[in-house]
């Protein structure tokens, strides 16, 4: 170990800041190092310090051509980490790289934006019941083959849903501050995928409608949320949420709140799938439906018995829409 020539105050300082006092450049007599060399050693390590980041701000920093000078670090030390990069990002100018493209949100978007931005904020929980659908399924063509209503999966899951409303009023709340606000009436919007979006018409009063109704009304809805001709008026009030996915081959997803309602359900594509039936094992139609609900305002036994409800609607559609030709044929 090599020795180093210093002042004792300049030794007890270079402890004090864990500086080696091989790395400080001596102007004491003789080469000592002494206390004043010692500070600005450490006055110059931490201005290195202070453009300290982590490897992953790094990253991100260099993916959006970010400079790190300038960006004041939350870490230990002033170190740069990724919530201070996405933080300078917000009001950083982007540079377009070769083939990139800016555009300015839609007012659609930004609404998306911000009511997916709340309802992250808020502790949910998300519980999957898997649905054995095949009756459902051969009643529903067999009705659609003599019917001018066709029903879809999605009519019939509205049904459902409308009717396990009926027996768990309980989901049918928002949260207002430190109180609890429990609504009455099953208002269940339709999540509707746009191009440029999500609109969510609402079904009034789902519960008191025929299966006929109900679909036509459904269907009207989705049409008109595709054509954009819906009112206001008719995507407000919602108490409850059904959102397909179904139809993009989904098998199980986490579906995000549509504040204020407490509990969302989410549809799942249908499958072949084995099970079990009187003993032996047959090749099944078979779904997941999951519901996400506000843990603030729900527990998950409330959401389990829920799915249940709408799980025995759906395995038993003759309760739904009526007649047992279908099992008869």
């Given at each position: 170990?090599?020795?180093?020539?210093?002042?004792?105050?300049?030794?007890?300082?270079?402890?004090?800041?864990?500086?080696?006092?091989?790395a400080v450049t001596p102007t004491?007599?003789?080469?000592?190092?002494?206390?004043?060399?010692?500070?600005?050693?450490?006055?110059?390590?931490?201005?290195?310090?202070?453009?300290?980041?982590?490897?992953?701000?790094?990253?991100?920093?260099?993916?959006?051509?970010?400079?790190?000078?300038?960006?004041?670090?939350?870490?230990?030390?002033?170190?740069?980490?990724?919530?201070?990069?996405?933080?300078?990002?917000?009001?950083?100018?982007?540079?377009?790289?070769?083939?990139?493209?800016?555009?300015?949100?839609?007012?659609?978007?930004?609404?998306?934006?911000?009511?997916?931005?709340?309802?992250?904020?808020?502790?949910?929980?998300?519980?999957?019941?898997?649905?054995?659908?095949?009756?459902?399924?051969?009643?529903?063509?067999?009705?659609?083959?003599?019917?001018?209503?066709?029903?879809?999966?999605?009519?019939?899951?509205?049904?459902?849903?409308?009717?396990?409303?009926?027996?768990?009023?309980?989901?049918?709340?928002?949260?207002?501050?430190?109180?609890?606000?429990?609504?009455?009436?099953i208002n269940i919007g339709i999540?509707?995928?746009?191009?440029?979006?999500?609109?969510?018409?609402?079904?009034?009063?789902?519960?008191?409608?025929?299966?006929?109704?109900?679909?036509?009304?459904?269907?009207?809805?989705?049409?008109?949320?595709?054509?954009?001709?819906?009112?206001?008026?008719?995507?407000?009030?919602?108490?409850?949420?059904?959102?397909?996915?179904?139809?993009?081959?989904?098998?199980?997803?986490?579906?995000?709140?549509?504040?204020?309602?407490?509990?969302?359900?989410?549809?799942?594509?249908?499958?072949?799938?084995?099970?079990?039936?009187?003993?032996?094992?047959?090749?099944?139609?078979?779904?997941?439906?999951?519901?996400?609900?506000?843990?603030?305002?729900?527990?998950?036994?409330?959401?389990?018995?829920?799915?249940?409800?709408?799980r025995e609607f759906l395995e038993?559609?003759?309760?739904?829409?009526?007649?047992?030709?279908?099992?008869?044929?």
């Amino acid at each position: 170990m090599t020795f180093v020539k210093a002042t004792p105050y300049a030794r007890k300082t270079a402890k004090q800041y864990h500086i080696d006092l091989s790395a400080v450049t001596p102007t004491g007599p003789d080469g000592a190092v002494k206390a004043r060399d010692v500070l600005r050693a450490r006055e110059g390590r931490q201005r290195i310090r202070e453009v300290f980041a982590t490897p992953l701000a790094r990253r991100i920093a260099d993916s959006m051509h970010i400079d790190l000078e300038g960006i004041r670090g939350t870490g230990i030390g002033g170190r740069i980490g990724k919530d201070d990069v996405l933080h300078a990002a917000g009001k950083a100018d982007y540079v377009l790289q070769p083939g990139e493209l800016r555009e300015s949100m839609s007012s659609m978007r930004r609404v998306i934006a911000a009511s997916m931005s709340e309802a992250a904020a808020i502790p949910t929980v998300t519980v999957t019941t898997k649905v054995d659908v095949t009756r459902l399924q051969e009643m529903r063509l067999h009705h659609n083959g003599k019917s001018k209503i066709h029903y879809t999966v999605n009519d019939l899951v509205l049904m459902a849903a409308a009717k396990a409303l009926l027996k768990n009023k309980r989901l049918l709340c928002s949260y207002a501050g430190d109180r609890i606000i429990y609504k009455n009436d099953i208002n269940i919007g339709i999540a509707v995928s746009l191009d440029e979006g999500i609109l969510v018409p609402v079904l009034k009063e789902a519960d008191t409608l025929t299966p006929e109704e109900l679909a036509e009304k459904a269907h009207d809805l989705i049409r008109r949320a595709r054509e954009k001709s819906v009112t206001p008026d008719e995507c407000s009030h919602s108490t409850f949420t059904v959102t397909n996915m179904g139809m993009y081959g989904v098998e199980a997803f986490t579906p995000m709140l549509h504040l204020p309602e407490a509990a969302v359900l989410g549809v799942c594509s249908i499958y072949d799938g084995c099970a079990v039936k009187d003993g032996a094992v047959e090749v099944r139609k078979l779904m997941h439906i999951c519901t996400t609900f506000d843990h603030r305002l729900l527990d998950g036994a409330q959401a389990a018995v829920f799915n249940l409800a709408v799980r025995e609607f759906l395995e038993h559609p003759e309760s739904l829409i009526g007649g047992t030709e279908a099992a008869e044929e």
